[in-house]
C-alpha cells in the first residue's frame, strides 16, 4: 500500500543512511520500526505487575542523602 507521511528531514537522512549501510530500503526500515513500536506496545499490557519488599523501620538515617552515590558508598565501606 502506498500511503504519504511527512517526517522530520533529520530522522529521514538518519533512517536513509542507516537502510543503506544495512542493505534494506527505505521502506522496509521504516516498517521494521513501525512493527517494534507496535509490538512494544502491545507486549506492554500483558506485564505481571512488579511487587516490591518493603521493610518496617524509621526510612533514611539521619545525614544521608540517597540521591548522593559517592556518599552512599562511603557509608556502606565504613
Do not use: N
Not at 29 to 53: F, I, N, Q, T
Amino acid at each position: 500500500m502506498r500511503t504519504t507521511v511527512r517526517l522530520d528531514e533529520h530522522l529521514l537522512a538518519e533512517a536513509k543512511q542507516y537502510a543503506a549501510a544495512s542493505g534494506k530500503t527505505l521502506t522496509a526500515v521504516l516498517e521494521d520500526a513501525l512493527r517494534e513500536v507496535l509490538a512494544r506496545r502491545s507486549s506492554k499490557g500483558r506485564r505481571k505487575p512488579v511487587r516490591l519488599r518493603t521493610c518496617d523501620g524509621d526510612g533514611v538515617l539521619p545525614g544521608v542523602d540517597i540521591d548522593d552515590t559517592a556518599s552512599l558508598l562511603e557509608l556502606m565501606e565504613s
